[in-house]
């Protein structure tokens, strides 16, 4: 197998340590498609000596990689791609859609589908009037035929799109094709411990660190069409935002 050399640039005047910045470097690399699952890395030798570094500093950034899931060493490989971590902008999106442009081939499942009366907490954060139904919809996303997110989102039951377009696609894509156009969202970004459900159908363990999403969605007319509570594998996942001086 040929192994072709990533481009890195290091900055040495800044802060920021050299191993940190490999490890960036790689990751983009990886992102960006330069490197895909089953590629090889340099070796540690080649490495430490195109980019005129330590050996210790190649194996701790690569140590990085290797905790966050992304590369995997194999005595007699070498170091290797094992996945591809989902890149997801903070913008106005869906993970459907984020997936399947980033060419990740996501899959659902539909673990539950529930219409009814919703509690009052629900029901406030909806801005439903007393006795209007919502749904209640939990779906398990996968990327690539792995698992990356368990989701949970309640509607109003006028505009929810039917159980099997949420199983063959995504719930922003069924809103637009109800006349929904989702102009605006807050959403709050956190991180929780993997509970015993949330690791058995995600494939991780319990205790693992998970990603959380919560966020509203509003209408052009500003009704709430959505409120959605989400958790994603925090080794295959990740948001990222530009933040500018003012």
Known sequence: MV????????????????YHQLAQAIEAAIVRGDLTPGDRLENELDMASRLKLSRPTIRQAIQELVDKGV??????????????????????????????????????????????????????????????EAVTVKRLRMAGGEPLALMINHLPADICPPAGELESGGLYKGLRGRGVHIRLARQRIGAKAADQDEATLLG?????????????AFDDAGRVVEVGQHAYRADRYFFETTVVDR
């Open 71 to 132: 590369v995997v060493r194999k005595r007699g490989v070498g170091t290797q791609v094992v996945q591809n971590p989902v890149h997801r902008s903070v913008e106005l999106t869906s993970l459907f859609d984020d997936l399947s442009t980033a060419g990740m081939h996501p899959t659902t499942q539909l673990l539950e589908y529930r219409i009814g009366l919703p509690d009052e907490e629900i029901r406030t954060e909806l801005s439903l009037p007393v006795g209007a």
């Open 3 to 18: 192994i072709t050399p990533i481009p890195v640039e290091l900055d040495r005047s800044t802060p920021v340590p050299l």
């Open 204 to 216: 991780d363990e319990v205790g693992a660190p998970l990603l959380t999403m919560q966020r509203t």
